[in-house]
């Protein structure tokens, strides 16, 4: 039976996971897709769901919605649901989305691809002795930008503008979640203390919060990372150094085929081999940031066949880290 895709959000995310079917249809062709469809925002999802193929709900509208959608989408039937990163906003809805029992896959796609993958199974294999800290940042420029009139996003019309969109923070969430879900996948449990710190220096509004400090302390390990989204100068900067006793790794989101290892003064360079991950292009011909998305969707795709998958970032884990991060204490 043929799966029917339904995505919600025509923005940078629902776009992203529209174009990871797309290429998934390429790459896997014995997984059967129906063309896609397009939902509106606030358009009802009940009577969507019927016998005549396997529906997926996909759901990349903006953030504060998430949750309801979520919520909405188990009412009106879907079974399968993934949905872009955060999966909430709000304290209150944590409780909600704890009692969900479907398998819920979350597009934390960073820690999906290739370098993220390989540092994990090095931080598990002891290839680092004892990890010192693991330091980091996500640096973008979008308030920068629009502090100095260069930007759309200062616009009343911006859903990011509104609170109830998108919800209490910016940058501490909507990059923050990214950064705090590579540490607990690298430390495979929560932290046992976190703290953080938030600026509004260039924020578009109250309540967007324009860069930001975390830190986690982990059982076996500290980490710290510099979270921004008015950094001059910058794209789409993510980068993570897991420092150890025998040595240090860096990845680089900009050059996120290759990984950077050094032992003393030598510095040598892995580079990702020809496989089948995510869009299966080669190294240096990859598809950025959706890569993980094409990774995650396909998996979850090919579990829908029953067929055999790697695991994906699920519901419940992502609870953790949005719980970790709307209790900091940032003021």
Known sequence: MKIQPFVSGSGMSGKGMTKALSIIKIVDPEIQLEPTVQLTRGQSLGGLVNKNFKPLLLIGNPHGLHAQTILEGISAGFENIVVDKPVCVSLEDIPKLKKVTQDIAVCHG????????????????????????????????????????????????????????????????????????LMFYFAGSSPTKSSGWVSYINSPAPHRDSHAWV?????????????????????????????????????????????KIAQGAKVTILQKPNDKFGS?????HGMGWIEGYIEIIHNYLMKMNGNTSTTYPKLHESLKVMEVLLNLDVK
Do not use: C
């Open 215 to 259: 830190e986690f302390q982990f059982p076996k390990f500290r980490a710290r990372g510099s979270i921004s989204k008015t950094v001059h100068g910058t794209g789409n900067d993510l980068e993570i150094t897991v420092l150890g006793a025998k040595q240090a790794v860096t990845w680089s989101m900009e050059k996120s085929d290759t990984l």
């Open 110 to 181: 960073f820690r999906q691809q290739w370098g993220p993958q390989t540092i994990k199974k090095m931080i598990d294999a002891g290839e680092f002795g004892d990890i010192i800290s693991v330091e980091g940042r996500y640096w973008q420029s979008s308030s920068a930008q629009s502090a100095l009139g260069k930007s759309s996003s200062s616009s009343s019309k911006d859903w990011k503008n509104d609170p109830k969109l998108h919800g209490p923070y910016d940058a501490l969430v909507d990059l923050g979640a990214h950064y705090t879900d």
């Open 280 to 284: 299966q292009q080669p190294p240096f």
